[in-house]
């Protein structure tokens, strides 16, 4: 997959696995993790899927309606990425979280949907549920961040919940920020995620 690698800046910091939202490239959140997280290493991912020019992890057929099928194959080709770039930059594949963003956030929560230890540790800006019905995999261990805006046209307050509600049901520590705005990433929850990560990772 096209991406970036960077070597971290403190040994025993976890590697973030950086992916954007429709329309972006492994560029898109660098910024945003030097904001976090400014020490870790970085592998920031391009999604392989084209919609109308536009990069994004997985198909959809309708916006927020998923291609099950595509996700599934996505989402375990995106995890065997992570497992060979493990290899290839040796960094260690038990610290891994991930910063995702909008179609990011959802693919990083469908690798944890899917996958057993496929992340240590989630910062989801603006997710949905990735899928319905799917025996989740034990979770204990895991933190993650959900930050989620009030009015989000794309995403309803109960979807948000409904994520929250099956990471902790797999044993997954979860901690909700909500904002005002809508779907768009505001300053106050990135301000919020970095002293989750900080919390969390020092
Ligand atoms: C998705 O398809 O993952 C969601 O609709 C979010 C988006 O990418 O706009």
Known sequence: MKHIFTEGKKKGAPTLLLLHGTGGNEHDLLALADMIAPESAILSVRGNVLENGMPRFFRRLAEGVFDEEDL?????????????????????????????????????????????????????????????????????????????????????????????KDLEKANATVTEYWVDGGHQLVREEVEKAREWFEANYN
């Open 72 to 164: 599934v194959f996505r989402t375990k080709e995106l995890t065997d990425f992570v497992n060979d770039s493990a290899n290839k930059y040796q960094f260690d594949r038990d610290h891994v979280v991930a910063i995702g963003y909008s179609n990011g956030a959802n693919i990083a929560a469908s690798m944890m949907y899917h996958h057993e230890n496929a992340l240590n540790g989630a910062i989801l800006f603006h997710a949905m549920v990735p899928r319905r019905g799917v025996a989740i995999p034990e979770l204990t261990g895991t933190s993650v961040f959900i930050g989620a805006g009030k009015r989000d046209p794309l995403i309803a307050l109960n979807e948000t919940k409904e994520l929250a």
